[in-house]
């Protein structure tokens, strides 16, 4: 089972849908970091943090260090979003980047 | 004013070969990284250097081995390349060891014949 595991794999939504990717980990750890994968292949980090909240244009991030869980919501999607949302968690023996395996979002017109 | 570059893009060699991959960043960051990406797109750490000293080598075999010849350098060469070693490799770097948010490069995809 892998330390950090998000759900769901895949996504598929519809153009103006509010969109949620859960992660949930089960170690320790410093931050998590939400990043995007787009078709082409360049990864983009979104959102970096350890507690709360962040919001950035239609993006907000959410953790809850209690429950180790952090979620990624999209609000009014857009097929521009289409993208593989990954979840990573600094934490660990080696305080090193443990990526989850990613969820595929499809954004229809 | 690419932040993170990688080259090459795409590198296409026989099982056996020897290769490098470069990666330089002008942001200023002390700490470069190298991730390998599988076919299933799941990200793993290779290396971490900090100011030019290795600080993360995962389970990583030896034919794998990274220079950092300044902090804005981390290039990676790979002996006796073998078909498993396909995949897309990531260079990254941010400010520090901290918590900082890291920039990628645009990936090296590396397939063996």
């Known amino acids: 089972k892998n330390e950090v595991e998000q759900s769901p794999q895949n996504l598929t939504a519809q153009e103006g849908e509010f969109i949620t990717i859960n992660c949930s980990y089960s170690?320790?750890?410093?931050?998590l970091h939400w990043l995007q994968q787009h078709p082409g292949g360049g990864i983009v980090s979104l959102f970096m943090l350890s507690s709360g909240k962040k919001k950035h244009g239609r993006l907000i991030a959410t953790i809850n260090i209690q429950e180790k869980h952090s979620s990624l919501h999209i609000t009014a999607s857009h097929p521009r979003d289409s993208a593989v949302y990954i979840c990573a968690v600094r934490g660990g023996a080696t305080n090193k980047l443990i990526f989850g395996t990613g969820t595929l979002l499809a954004v229809q017109p | 004013d690419t932040a993170v570059s990688q080259t090459p893009k795409y590198l296409v060699t026989q099982m056996g070969n020897d290769k490098s991959i470069k990666c330089e960043q002008n942001?200023?960051?002390?700490?470069m990284y190298w991730y390998k990406q599988d076919s299933k797109k799941f990200l793993k750490i290779m290396f971490s250097y900090n100011n030019k000293e290795l600080i993360i080598n995962e389970t990583v075999p030896n034919r794998f081995s990274p220079k950092s010849p300044d902090k804005a350098h981390l290039n990676l060469h790979i002996n006796s390349l073998e078909l498993g070693d396909s995949a897309v490799y990531f260079c990254?770097?941010?400010?520090?060891?901290?918590?900082?948010?890291?920039?990628f490069g645009d990936g090296t995809r590396l397939s063996i014949l």
């Open positions: 990254a770097s941010s400010l520090g060891t901290a918590n900082q948010p890291q920039h």
């Open positions: 170690v320790g750890i410093s931050a």
């Open positions: 942001l200023g960051h002390d700490t």
